[in-house]
């Protein structure tokens, strides 16, 4: 299936709106259990990222498609690897150009089409790995760096090619906050005590001299 083939049924699909749930995260740790919405990151600190897709509540899916919009100010792009729904044909090469990030979209093939998995209760699937590298990372948790959204080609549809609106969660980086070592701040206590007992030390023997 082209992607010419694709934005035709996407058009179509519009016609036919369905509530789903289906959601769109970024993971900016998948080392740690659950989705990570936000890393801290120094300058030149490189970190992996997966585009997770969850199907739950039963809802089933048989085309799927999204894109990534990200902070070229404050992250590079490294890599970027696809990774279709197992059985699904990825209908497009995921690519990057500018600050966007697309091809994030497969679907059944046409021959099993309108034959995609359903998720009783719930399917979660890494459908693209994306590898940065920290540039100036800055702001708070929810000042967005990794946007997701759906494209004029994108869009996700049920076994029914009934159009599916996801929900979709970004994800921040933001900068490593620098905090003092124990024994530093200790060492400036002390050294502010001493000035402290010193100078009382002089008022008490030449008062004169305060």
Do not use: H, K, W
């Amino acid at each position: 299936m082209n992607r010419l083939i694709v934005a035709v049924v996407a058009s179509f699909l519009l016609c036919l709106p369905a509530q789903a749930a289906l959601i769109f995260s970024i993971d900016v740790d998948p080392v740690r259990p659950g989705i990570q919405s936000n890393i801290s990151a120094t300058p030149g600190m490189s970190f992996g990222v997966d585009v997770i897709l969850e199907i739950t509540e039963d809802t089933s899916i048989d085309l799927y498609g999204i894109s990534v919009r990200y902070n070229t100010a404050e992250l590079r792009l490294d890599s970027l690897v696809e990774t279709p729904i197992p059985s699904f044909d990825s209908t497009f090469p995921i690519s990057a150009s500018g600050d966007t990030i697309t091809g994030i979209e497969a679907g059944t093939p046409v021959s099993r089409f309108g034959m995609g998995p359903s998720a009783p209760p719930s399917l979660s699937f890494v459908v693209a790995s994306l590898g940065f590298t920290a540039i100036a990372p800055a702001g708070q948790a929810n000042d967005f760096d990794l946007v997701l959204f759906e494209g004029p080609f994108d869009g996700s549809s049920d076994n029914t090619f009934s159009l599916l609106t996801p929900v979709l969660n970004n994800a921040s980086v933001t900068a490593v906050v620098a905090v003092p070592e124990p024994t530093a701040t200790i060492l400036v206590l002390a050294l502010g005590v001493a000035v402290c007992r010193r100078r009382r030390s002089r008022c008490a023997s030449a008062p004169q001299r305060c």
